[in-house]
């Protein structure tokens, strides 16, 4: 077996990140060929293979960046057959099937992780009898060659192999006389990943049984790929780009702001009727309706200027005050959001703001957005309240410093004038980064938009 | 002294070019050929290196294709950038054996080539540790312009893709790309005020090339004489 070693590119390297294999596990790999890329700082490197034989183990992942001289692969110079079997599992493995039946040795135990491996003796009892004693039956295992394997099989081996479709002859027996074990095959499945366990139902062979010693199953949990197979419900499929992109930038954001969100509670009982008396004729004259949003984004807007710093941005050590107040609307989309932005915001009236956000969003929802559309913005504004959220912390869209969040408008009971009153109550939840921003200006920033709302002037728009 | 051969392409489609090195990489691994210099000029196109994050690339394929922007995956280094008319393209296609084996050394030598180039026509060009490529100190802001990317691919010790020196290249199709994942700026010659043609900067990049990798660059009129 001859190990692969993750190469040195130059003096000053010290690491290099795996960036795509090009053989798998069981290729034939000729001797030069090349078997996988590396990428350091500018540089993506293709290395060749330093042996012809069988790529046996791949022990580093796509994406991961490892040391010099870390081994990465073995390849099997015999190249016949591939054995991924882990050394581990040989070294932890006591005995022939029956008296095993802890979970398959993880191909890498998570250094934190208690030895996934208990003593053999302790977990023998409960599962001694899971080999179902089920007759083999002679004909009819397309996936197993019996000719390909060394030593008899256990009737639990090849009802494995025959539902997940292995083929035994790629598998290397651990257990007596060279036989193939349950361990072998969990640790050949748990090698492969999800690959080769697409369809067949599952046994559930990795759910400990009830009685098992506790310690052990939690001990095997977290660090065991193999249960995988134990739940033929679950399916695995890529995130879509902008799942990816999301992702990325939500967790971006929280590591680089200090999010702290404060709520207040706004009175829209006026803005309410305003919409009321002009909905009608709005939607008739312009084609589209009137809602809630277009009165927040103008309120946000007259308080952006009163207090620029919201509408700013950190760089490094400095302050950005934008120019312009440009403004996102979060738009939800199937399976993503996408934050389009309303340019010079401060230089439309409510009209003009309606209108500007009934065409991003129906543009963001058919995909017609331009990409100066979805870039630029000062500050974001996200409607949860349209589904329903009275209120909700949302998440900064950097490199911005504010997002305000508006919850829907409900009519509530509430004191006016030492009388209960029906009114249209609305939550406004302002996220701030408390990194640039302090609690009493964004509250101020709040009594701005709500003292604009509550006592909103024009009675016509 | 090694002779690297230098061969003008002119105004090439960024598939082709890449059709022509791979066909040279080859050439050179089996030791056929001199190390070789190409220069060339791309029709407008965005390409993704293997480190490209999804998000770097701000409009989708369609949005490019209507601005006339081809969009290609490249087996480089790097993450996304733009290549387009106005700008000097050069994929030096050298066999490291024979010069360092060291891919860092390898990046900071072409940065020296680059900076010693711009040098020529006043410009001074510098390091950066935000990301490899050479930078310009723009005047009013102090802040840092990208004014050549860099992105390498090697295969047993030959090298294959390169750098991109902007001329005077439009530099608002850079908008539908965040530049190499960075939100820095990028900038061009002409931006900077100085007036050099194509050919001028070819000249000083080639014999930068030559004097920082100890070769001796075999010019296309060279070229054409020796063949019999």
Redesign the interface.
């Known amino acids: 077996m001859i190990e692969v070693v993750m190469p040195q ?5 010290v690491e290099g ?1 795996l ?2 294999w090009l053989k798998k596990p069981g290729d034939k790999v000729e001797r ?1 060929e ?1 078997l996988f ?1 590396i ?8 290395i ?1 293979a330093p042996t012809a034989g069988v790529l046996a183990e791949v022990l580093v992942n796509e994406g991961d960046t490892v040391a010099i001289k870390t081994v990465v692969a073995k390849i099997d110079e015999g190249g016949s057959a591939a054995a991924p079997a882990k050394e581990e599992a040989k070294a932890a493995e006591p005995a022939p099937v029956k008296e095993d039946p802890a979970p398959p040795a993880p191909p890498k135990p998570a250094a934190a992780a208690p030895a996934p491996q208990p003593a053999p003796a302790a977990p023998a009892a409960p599962v001694a009898s899971q080999p179902a004693p089920e007759p083999a039956p002679a004909e009819a295992q397309p996936a197993v060659d019996a000719d390909e394997v060394t030593g008899p099989l256990s009737p639990l081996v090849r009802k494995m192999a025959r539902e997940y479709n292995i083929e035994l002859g790629q598998v290397r027996g651990t257990g007596a006389g060279g036989r193939i074990t349950k361990q072998d095959l969990e640790a050949y499945m748990a090698a492969q990943g999800a690959r080769t366990m697409a369809g067949p139902p599952a046994p559930a062979p990795a759910a400990a049984p009830a009685s098992a010693p506790a310690p052990a199953a939690k001990a095997a949990e977290p660090a065991a790929p193999a249960p995988r197979a134990a739940a033929p419900q679950q399916k695995v499929e890529p995130m879509s ?1 902008m799942r ?2 999301i992702a ?2 939500m967790v971006m954001s929280k590591r680089t702001s200090a999010h702290v969100t404060t709520v207040h509670r706004v009175d829209m009982t006026k803005i309410a009727k305003i919409r009321d008396r002009a909905k009608e004729e709005f939607k008739n004259r312009y084609g589209f309706g009137l809602t809630f949003l277009p009165f927040v984004t103008s309120a946000a807007v007259d308080a952006l200027r009163a207090f620029p710093i919201v509408n700013a941005s950190i760089e490094g050590t400095n302050v950005l005050y934008h120019g312009a107040i440009n403004i996102g609307i979060a738009v939800a989309l199937d399976g993503g959001l996408i934050v389009p932005v309303i340019k010079n915001a401060d230089e439309k009236n409510i009209t003009g703001l309606q209108r500007s956000i009934a065409d991003l969003a129906a543009r963001a929802r058919s ?1 017609q957005l ?3 559309e ?2 630029g913005g000062t500050f974001s504004l996200t409607n949860f309240g349209s589904f329903g959220s009275l209120f909700a912390t949302p998440v900064i869209n950097q490199p911005q410093v504010g997002i305000l969040g508006i919850g829907s408008v409900t009519k509530e009971p509430v004191v006016v004038a030492d009388a209960i009153a029906i009114r249209s109550m609305m939550y406004l939840a302002l996220t701030f980064d408390h990194r640039l921003i302090d609690g009493a200006l964004a509250d101020q920033f709040c009594q701005k938009i709500k003292d604009l709302l509550e006592n909103w002037s024009d009675q016509v728009i | 002294m090694r002779v690297c051969e230098v061969q003008e392409l002119g105004r090439i489609g960024w598939a082709a070019a890449y059709q022509k090195q791979r066909q040279l990489v080859e050439q050179r691994k089996r030791n056929e050929i001199p190390d070789q210099l190409l220069l060339v000029e791309h029709d407008p196109v965005v390409t993704l290196g293997r480190n490209s994050k999804p998000q770097n690339l701000l409009a989708p394929a369609s949005i490019l294709a209507r601005a006339g922007i081809g969009l290609e995956e490249a087996n480089r280094g790097g993450d996304v950038t733009y290549h387009g008319p106005g700008q000097l393209v050069v994929y030096p296609v050298l066999n490291l054996n024979d010069w360092k084996r060291d891919v860092h050394h390898y990046v900071r030598a072409i940065e020296e080539c680059v900076i010693g180039a711009l040098a020529e026509f006043g410009v001074a060009g510098e390091r950066s540790a935000i990301n490899s490529g050479v930078w310009v100190k723009q005047r009013q802001t102090g802040t840092l312009a990208k004014i050549c990317a860099i992105g390498i691919h090697v295969s047993r010790w030959v090298t294959s893709h390169g750098f991109a020196l902007n001329i005077d290249t439009d530099l608002s199709h850079f908008r539908y790309i965040v530049p190499c994942g960075l939100t820095q700026p990028v900038i061009s010659l002409a931006r900077l005020g100085v007036q050099a043609s194509r050919a001028q900067v070819s000249d000083a990049v080639v014999r930068n090339f030559g004097s920082v990798f100890q070769l001796q660059m075999a010019v296309p009129e060279t070229v054409g004489e020796r063949i019999p």
């Not at chain 1, 590119?9 to 390297?13: P, W």
């Open positions: 590119m130059g003096e000053s390297i990140t960036t795509r030069d090349p890329e990428s350091t700082d500018k540089v993506d490197t293709e060749p780009i990816q992109k990325e930038h995909k331009k990409p100066d979805v870039s």
